[in-house]
């Protein structure tokens, strides 16, 4: 029987130029040997992409989350190393050589001098990057600990390389009994990718989602601490309404029990106000987005929501979250005059729905704006409230998918905003792609700012501010260190526009695009997106006082009334 032939190129072995390989270290004793085998083309790949991912990022790192960035991106640069040996010997036409004899000193001298080199200046400009946005916290043990995290970080992910190598060779192997070597080896990595992406989408990734569902759906039947049921008949959930209490979910119950009453408004506004109208239909409520929606407007409808001068859509984020800071100045300026709407599609948090919810969030603004401008539509032109839509994040995402484009909504709405939207946001990539030459990614101008503008600061001004903004208005807030904003799978391998232009007010000069870095920096940027001051990141508080006065134009309101609506809505939770 003739024996196959041993898979090679970069899926066969680890070789690299003039290192030897893996298969020349397999014959030394031990597993542990084999095991710990590292080619000197990818510890060089390793070394350099682990000291650039010390570069500086959008937001303040910690420790832990440095040294996950750190063990990702040397990984990363390992298997980069390898495969560039192996192209090189290919071009060479040679085999793989042992290393000379000063390599492996030079490449360690090299390391201690690289490493803690790139580690004092990553700590110099995560201390730049804090003061940019005035965090105080940090944790010197994290900090001492993230060369650990990294080590395991990279252990980990080139075992699971190594372990993918070993099923392409035994696949391979085992294909040379019935086709040539060539189509066993290209058969043989079809398969291993493909039995790796159906692990990772479908068993890990799906495991994971319906875990965090199953944990989340939980939290959704308990009640944050100092909501209670709404005794007025103008919330959802109070008396005579359509939607029950216990169906609202824990945002929902949140959202229905709390928000500023008519005396709260007055104090802060120093004029008479109405109580304000929330109407909210969560998981439990209806089956589907569809019938949340109708039971929604139902119960819009039963309070009196179409009377009112003024009326909310807002998309929900993950878990079903509105953000109080957004609705409160919405009731603020409005005199509590105003009625809001809102659905819950997802028991997730938003990080997590922003990766794996997106369609349900979709579903969700659609059914919820149609059922919504369905009455609306038909009530007499003089008796209609004045119609807004709204929300963050995903929220965002959700809200513009009922819309076509700028005109649709010019045409259909009073007025909207949007915060934080997510760079995969259709309409939004749309006015951004589209945005004047002169202007820059971070605060876009699109058709002279006629309907549709954006703004880190609405207190600072709206560009372009010698161009007429008349009409219905649609307003983008979106913070320059917002990774929701500029996340995106093209950073991989493409530098972004807003990464060659002036750096924002918060993000630091330093910061370069780099091809994979860059994507995982930002990445890990996601989760903590919130966990920064106000007005930075991802966290929108006072930038909807001077938002919301933009887009709904009250009459008379004062500097002195916004100053101290900014004041009341500053530390809502």
Known sequence: MTTPAAPTGPGGSETGND?????????????????????????????????????????????????????????IGYGLGVVGGWVWRAFADREARSPRSWAWPAFLVSSAVLVPLSFGLGQYWQHQIRALMGVT???????????????????VILLIGRGLRRLYRWAAGLLTRWVGPRAARAVGWVLVVGLTWLVVSGLLLDGFVA?????????????????????????????????????????????????????DIEKVTGHSAMEPIRVYAGLASAPDAEARAALAVRDLQRAGGFARKNLLVVTTTGSGWVDPALVDTFEYLTGGNSATVAIQYSYLPS??????????AREAGRALFDAVYDPWSKLPAGQRPRLFVA????GSFGGETAFSGEYDLRNRTNGTLFAGPPNFNTL?????????????????????????????????????????????????????????????????????AWMSELPGKDVLAGIVWIPFVSFW??????????????????????????????????????????AAVRQAVANVD
């Open 19 to 75: 290192t030897g390989s893996t298969d020349v270290a397999a014959r030394g004793p031990g597993r542990l040997r084999r095991l710990g085998h590292v080619t000197l083309p990818g510890s060089w790949g390793a070394l350099l992409a682990g000291c650039l991912s010390f570069t500086p990022s959008l937001l303040p790192r910690g420790g832990l989350i440095q040294g996950l960035v750190w063990g990702i991106t040397a990984a």
């Open 137 to 155: 916290d940090y944790n010197v043990a994290l900090v001492v600990l993230s060369p650990f995290v990294a080590a395991v970080t990279f252990a």
């Open 211 to 263: 875990v965090a569902d199953k944990a989340f759906s939980l939290r959704d039947t308990t009640t944050a601490e100092g909501v209670h049921q709404p005794t007025t008949a103008l919330r959802a959930g109070g008396p005579g309404s359509v939607v029950p209490w216990d169906t609202l979910g824990y945002q929902g119950r949140t959202f229905a029990g709390l928000g500023p009453s008519p005396t």
């Open 351 to 360: 990080w997590i729905s922003y990766l794996v919810d997106q369609s349900k």
């Open 391 to 394: 929300g963050e994040s995903l």
């Open 428 to 496: 939004f990539r749309e006015f951004s792609d589209n945005r004047a030459p002169a202007s820059p990614e971070i605060q876009p101008v699109y058709k002279d700012g006629r309907t549709v503008r954006f703004t880190s600061n609405p207190a600072a001004g709206i560009p372009p501010q010698d161009q007429p903004w008349s009409g219905s208005r649609v307003l983008y807030l979106m913070h320059p260190s917002d990774p929701i904003v500029w996340w995106s799978p093209n950073l991989i391998l493409h530098r972004p």
């Open 521 to 562: 920096q930002v990445t890990a940027d996601l989760p903590f997106s919130t966990g920064v001051p106000p007005g930075h990141g991802h966290k929108y508080t006072s930038e909807y006082v001077d938002g919301w006065a933009a887009v709904l134009q009250p009459a008379g309101v004062t500097e002195q009334e916004l």
